[in-house]
């Protein structure tokens, strides 16, 4: 699950949380697109700081599968409840905005939809072959659930084979009961071991930081998400969605961010995206690298 971080910062939060309003034609142009088209991305729903900059390198998130989740994390803004039927036109119509958008790296991200027998694998796989066959330039990331671990679910997204598979641990062991209620942390390490075994080539997930978690806990989260022979960590600050959410704990520091980068890159993962307004698609095009 892609989590949204506020554009809108209250008074008293660090001078690094501070966002420029986004800019630039190409950003410009898209935004008319999606206002005019009524297209549907997680980087207008959700006020990402980063749109901006990702729209202007033509990369863009979506989400598919509704937008009311089955699970009730304490991090994510994602209403949580019954959600709607499966819309079986989804792939096209997520398909057909890329192509009136001229994306040229898109993340394709979902909620968990833990009451379906193929957990949305199969919306999943059908999503990706409408992209791929109206897109056949564009590159793609899946950012997915972890499928309750189903084999047989997660070999679908094996079988679309994107350029970039990804799933979050979102926090250290300790928190995760906490923070991701009805998640495991060793469940999403051998999701990401297996992508990897059955010959995913990138294999991606991402951390928050700011939940309580000690320095120590990143760097073993970190070494974790080697072991399972993950290519790519992003780790961001967390930002309360509302008040019903976990409150922020601590506000990291950019240089805070720096050793964790560094750390990152000495275990050996490709590419180490650290620092506070760090989401889990941002700078994604470069991912595929």
Not at 45 to 72: D, H, K
Not at 130 to 154: C, K, S
Not at 189 to 201: F, P, S
Not at 256 to 268: H, R, V
Request: aromatic share 6%; with cysteine.
């Amino acid at each position: 699950m892609e989590t949204v971080l506020e554009n809108t910062l209250p008074i008293g939060k660090p001078k690094w949380l501070k966002v420029k309003l986004p800019i630039g034609q190409k950003y410009t142009e898209l935004r008319g697109l999606v206002d005019k088209y009524s297209l549907n991305t997680i980087c207008t729903s959700g006020s990402c700081p980063n749109m901006g900059e990702c729209w202007g390198e033509g990369t863009a998130t979506f989400m598919i599968l509704g937008n009311v989740c089955t699970r009730s994390c304490g991090f994510c803004g994602v209403k949580t409840g019954r959600p709607e039927t499966v819309d079986w036109d989804e792939p096209e119509k997520v398909a057909r905005s890329i192509k009136i958008m001229n994306i040229k790296h898109a993340v394709i991200t979902s909620v968990d939809r833990d009451d379906l027998k193929d957990g949305g694998s199969i919306i999943w796989i059908e999503t990706v072959k409408a992209i791929r066959r109206m897109n056949p330039n564009t590159t793609l990331e899946t950012l997915i659930p972890d499928f309750q671990g189903i084999e047989r679910n997660i070999d679908r997204i094996v079988e679309a084979n994107p350029e970039v598979v990804s799933h979050n641990v979102e926090t250290v062991r300790r928190l995760t009961r906490e923070v991701r209620i009805q998640a495991k942390y060793d469940r999403s390490l051998e999701v990401l071991r297996y992508l990897k075994e059955k010959g995913i080539n990138r294999t991606k997930s991402g951390i928050m930081l700011g939940l309580g978690e000690k320095e120590e806990e990143v760097f073993q989260t970190m070494r974790d998400l080697r072991d399972a022979n993950v290519d790519i960590v992003t780790i961001g600050q967390y930002l309360q969605p509302s008040k019903k959410h976990l409150p922020v704990k601590e506000f990291i520091t950019p240089d805070q961010f720096a050793i964790y980068e560094k750390f990152g890159l000495e275990l050996g993962f490709r590419h180490v995206e650290s620092g506070p307004l760090v989401r889990s698609s941002y700078k994604a095009q470069k991912h595929i690298l």
